[in-house]
Nanobody
Framework: QVQLVESGGGLVQAGGSLRLSCLAS????????MAWFRQAPGKDREFVAA????????LRAESVKGRFTISRDNAKNTVYLQMNSLKPEDTAVYFC?????????????????WGQGTQVTVSS
């Protein structure tokens, strides 16, 4: 089992940057596929990015390609989401998710463990 705590959200102007962190506890983190999802008010949860247990392969949503980068540090039990060139439409609660002993996917239902989320607000 993996417990997840996100941090790093906040208010930023359009064009700015933020780095989200997700600290994981539990022995299976280094064997878990990790992902970031986001949910804006009144909308469904949306896939943002995912990374394999080794960090050797990633997936990103088309809407964030060229702007967001996912990475992980297994020694620190942490996965990151570097967000650059932020837009007002990136405003959402961002969630970290884990899928132990499995490959990455873009489907929220495939991830078993979830954090509580961190709010990101981008002003125009």
């Amino acid at each position: 089992q993996v417990q997840l705590v996100e941090s790093g959200g906040g208010l930023v102007q359009a064009g700015g940057s933020l780095r989200l962190s997700c600290l994981a506890s539990g022995r299976t983190f280094s064997s878990a596929a990790m992902a970031w999802f986001r949910q804006a008010p009144g909308k469904d949860r949306e896939f943002v990015a995912a990374i394999t247990w080794s960090g050797g392969r990633t997936l990103r949503a088309e809407s964030v390609k060229g702007r967001f980068t996912i990475s992980r540090d297994n020694a620190k039990n942490t996965v990151y989401l570097q967000m650059n060139s932020l837009k007002p439409e990136d405003t959402a609660v961002y969630f970290c998710a884990a899928r132990p002993f499995a490959d990455i996917t873009a489907i929220a239902g495939d991830y078993r463990e979830w954090g509580q989320g961190t709010q990101v607000t981008v002003s125009s």
